[in-house]
Every structure is written in C-alpha cells, then in structure tokens.
C-alpha cells in the first residue's frame, strides 16, 4: 500500500454541499474582516513609528569630551553699554578668567546704550560659575543697569528630537526687566548629562539642568555697589539615557497572527452559538405547531 501523506493534514476540507450559509455568518463574518483590518493598521502603524525608551545610571558618558561642556550663552543687557560688558569663568579646578572673548560677540543696542552678549565657551566638569559684569572693564561704572533678558543657555550638543521633552533651555526666555537696577542675580543650576542614541545607534550627548535664581544687592569693600548676573553649575551625577526604538518584526508578525487567529475563533464561537440558538428555536416553534 503506497505512503500517502495526506494523512498528515489536520485541516481537513468540508465538502460545500454540507455547508449552510447563513445571514447571521455573513454578518458576523463582514465585521470580523472589518475588525481585522482596523487592528491591523493599528499595529501597522505602531510598527512603522519609533518609541523613546528613557533609563537612568550613574556615570560620565562622554569620556571623550576630556572633562569639558561647551556652553552656548545668549542675553541681552538693554542698559549696559557693550564697552563694559564681560564675561568671567572661575570653577574649583582653578581657572579664574575675567572677560573672555573667544568665541563671543558684542552687538549693540538701543542705539548703543545696550548690548547684547553672545558667546560659545567650556567648562570643566567640576562646580564653577560664569558670570556676565563689568570686572573686566577699563574703568568701572557708577551704576551698572544688569537688568537683562536671557535668550538661550545651553550645555553640549543641540538635541532637539520631537518626542523628547526635556530642560535643555530652561532659562530661554527670563526675564528681568522689571528688576532692581543695581541687583545682582544668582541663577543656580544643577547640570544633569543627557545621552540621546538614535536608531543606527549613535549617539549625541547634552545637557539638561534646573535652575533656582535670587536676586540680591552685593558691595564691594569700599562700599560700592558691584552688581553682576551669576549662573553658578555644580554637575549631578546622574545621567538620563533616551534610546530610540523600534518594535521587532518577530513581535508585530506574532501579534497579527494573534489578531487574525483570535478574532476568527471568537466570531467562530459567535456564529456557532447563534445558530444552535436558532436551530433550537426552530424546534421548538415546530413543536408547538405539532
């Protein structure tokens, strides 16, 4: 007797002439297809987007930096004349630098009784400050207007990515118009690094920080009023990881094999259910005419 391998089907065909369509099958077979389809372009769409997956450890993750952050200042002093304005750097490694001027510029203002301050400098990783007075000027102002508003501060790279909300700007917009003349300002930040790895896995590295702030009138030791504006950064020794992801195709293949089998089953049971109920209801019907 020849091997047939048939044998081994376990979907066996039903001959159509002992099938029964019904208008209840049709129906539920029409919002079966529906309904697949619905939840297939559903997964298809969650397949195709990426999803941002943060996590946090401790650790430095831009150890080729050689412990320096680029920082990227923008402020505007309305009253200050750009001959007076400076920008000083001093940190806990021993750097004290009064008016840098690398990487910087000076743009003047309400005809020139203002000034607007731009500049691209670093820092060590280690608590500092960077200050914006009038310390590196020739001669020293009587009374220096810091009142100013603060367009941009930003550590590392420029990360703008859609789905990551983040404080890599969190003084952009401040502003201290309405203040106190001769008042200093103290903007205290906490740095927070940031790591950013996209899909091909690279990766950018940022800085996101908070920030508190007071506003005070400081002398010098001769009794002048010396009044400057002082972002002092200490570094936080955590750093958030965002890592852009995609769903596997193993999962979104098992997933639609799951829609298609499952929503076919239960509309099955459905039908099956139904069209018991009718049969019986027809029995008895007939029962009663009898």
């Keep these: 007797m020849p091997f047939d391998v048939r044998r081994f089907d376990i979907y066996r065909k039903v001959p159509k002439d002992l099938t029964q369509p019904t208008y209840t099958g049709a129906f539920i077979s ?3 297809c529906v309904f697949i389809l619905f939840l297939f372009l559903s997964e298809l769409t969650g397949f195709i987007a990426t999803e941002i997956v943060n996590e946090l450890y401790v650790d430095d993750p831009d150890k080729d930096s050689g412990g320096k952050i680029e920082v990227s200042l923008n402020i505007s002093l309305p009253n200050l004349h750009c001959d007076l304005v400076g920008l000083d750097i001093q940190d806990e490694m021993g750097r004290h630098e009064v008016g840098h001027i690398d990487n910087s510029m000076k743009i003047p203002l309400s005809q020139g009784g203002g000034c607007r301050f731009e500049g691209e400098f670093t820092i060590n990783k280690v608590p500092g400050n960077f200050h914006v007075s ?73 800085y996101q920080y908070t920030v508190a702030n007071k506003e005070y009138v400081a002398y010098s030791h001769t009794g002048r009023i010396i009044p400057a504006i002082w972002f002092r950064y200490d570094l936080s020794p955590i750093t958030v990881k965002y890592t852009e992801r995609r769903q596997p195709f193993y999962r979104f293949i098992t997933t639609i094999c799951a829609i298609v089998g499952g929503t076919f089953t239960v509309a099955g049971i459905i039908d099956s259910c139904i069209f018991t109920a009718s049969e019986a209801w027809k029995k008895i019907q007939i029962g009663k005419m009898s």
């Design 30 to 32: 029409i919002l079966c």
């Design 134 to 206: 009038t310390h590196s000027a020739t001669a020293q102002p009587q009374n220096p207007d810091m009142t100013h508003t603060i367009h941009k501060l930003a550590f590392g790279e420029n990360l703008q990515v859609q789905k990551v909300q983040g404080a890599f700007n969190a003084l952009g917009g401040a502003n201290r118009l309405s203040s106190n003349p001769l008042a200093s300002h103290d903007y205290i930040l906490k740095i927070v690094p940031t790591v950013y790895e996209d899909l091909s896995g690279k990766q950018r590295f940022s």
